[in-house]
């Protein structure tokens, strides 16, 4: 497992531990009324190739609705429909220039979770995500002014499709809910572009992206 994973399995083993301590140990009886609601929070995400690290993380946000589908007393289906931007920074020091690049990839994201209740507050998720790309901006902070910019780019210029796998820790508290979850990407998110007769795929790499999130239930 690299880094980043082992920090990540550890995070939500903490976000665990926290919530057994904080509830008694029984199945939650959950009604069997369809639930909606909203939900938000913070991504820290980045663009990974081969495997997943701590660097270049871009600092964003997610927003949204969400519904949840009882199929017996602890288990239901949560589907959800978010903005979510994703996308990474890179900094580079050498000796033609200083500053950093930033790629934010703004999405219409639908995960499709199955949700298990653990005890009466604890439960955990996991099921696919499919998410579409809205426009993308990238921008360019450079030592002195002559190769700063910031463009935007419709979805021709990168793939219009992501999908992967979402899981995650909640914790429910009457209307209220907190948790993280982690998303793994599994499309590349450049398209292949052609100079000098050379293939290249830019960016070449899938989205990584860990959530911290607040929802509120409306019934």
């Known amino acids: 497992k690299t880094k980043r994973m082992k920090t990540r399995i550890k995070f939500l083993a903490f976000f665990a531990f926290i919530g057994l301590s904080l509830t008694d140990v029984q199945a939650q009886t959950n009604s069997n009324e369809p639930q909606f609601g909203i939900k938000g929070g913070v991504n820290f995400s980045n663009i990974y190739d081969t495997e997943v690290d701590d660097n270049n993380v871009l600092t964003s946000f997610n927003a949204g609705v969400y519904a949840a589908f009882p199929v017996s007393d602890n288990i239901s289906i949560q589907p959800e429909i978010l903005y979510s931007r994703k996308g990474g920074e890179l900094t580079y020091d050498n000796a033609f220039a200083t500053g950093k690049t930033q790629f934010k990839l703004n999405y219409i994201e ?13 439960s955990v998720h996991a099921g696919p995500y499919f998410a579409y790309l809205i426009d993308a901006q990238v921008s360019n902070d450079a030592q002195g002014d002559a190769m700063d910019f910031e463009d935007t780019y419709d979805n021709d210029d990168f793939n219009k499709f992501d999908v992967g796998i979402s899981g995650g820790i909640g914790f429910d508290f009457d209307s209220l809910g907190i948790g993280v979850r982690y998303n793994y990407g599994l499309s590349t998110i450049g398209k292949e572009r052609d100079f000098a007769g050379t293939t290249y795929t830019i960016p070449d790499g899938k989205n990584s992206n860990l959530s911290l999130y607040l929802s509120y239930k409306l019934n």
């Open 110 to 122: 639908v995960p499709v979770l199955l949700k298990v209740n653990i005890t009466e507050n604890l």
